[in-house]
């Protein structure tokens, strides 16, 4: 599968994620406990497929530098599912979702900024009509 297809895949489950988790908040379960039980299925199944294709080999020879990263961006991520449950538990997923979405156009410039990444005038216009489109749904819609 090509770098598109994850990417879709990785939308359609990340759908997915937001529907059966307010579903699953709906029952009265605290967000935090969510979070957690979600978490532990995430590490599970991700350092069973590390084992299952042999990458665990290769742990020795990740730099302190890169390890450091991935650790603050797990820190990141935790802090990320954490806020979302608990938007997810205060409010409709349909307004709750498109919020969350705004880290795409964050994404896109702090990579412009960060890591030097171009941003043409397609890219300038969509992060644009992104951003006032999440507007118009959280004042207008849903």
């Known amino acids: 599968m090509t770098w598109v297809g994850w ?3 990785s939308a359609l489950a990340a759908a997915a994620t937001t529907l059966l988790a307010k579903a699953g908040l709906m029952s009265g379960v605290a967000s935090n406990t969510a979070t957690a039980i979600r978490t532990g ?3 599970v199944v991700a350092w069973a497929l590390v084992f299952a ?3 665990h080999k290769a742990l020795s020879q ?3 530098r890169s390890l450091l990263l ?3 961006s797990g820190l990141a991520t935790g802090v990320s599912w954490l ?3 608990r938007a997810l538990q205060l409010a409709p997923a349909s307004l709750v979702s498109p919020i969350d ?3 795409l156009p964050l994404t896109i ?3 412009a900024l960060l890591l030097g990444e171009r941003i043409n005038w397609a890219a300038g216009v969509g992060l644009t009509l992104i951003t006032l489109g999440t507007l118009v749904i959280v004042r207008w819609g849903a």
């Open 62 to 64: 990740i730099s302190r």
């Open 109 to 111: 410039v702090l990579a």
């Open 41 to 43: 299925v995430v590490l």
């Open 83 to 85: 806020a979302y449950f």
């Open 7 to 9: 990417a879709l895949l």
């Open 101 to 103: 979405k705004l880290s």
């Open 70 to 72: 991935l650790v603050v």
């Open 53 to 55: 294709l042999g990458e």
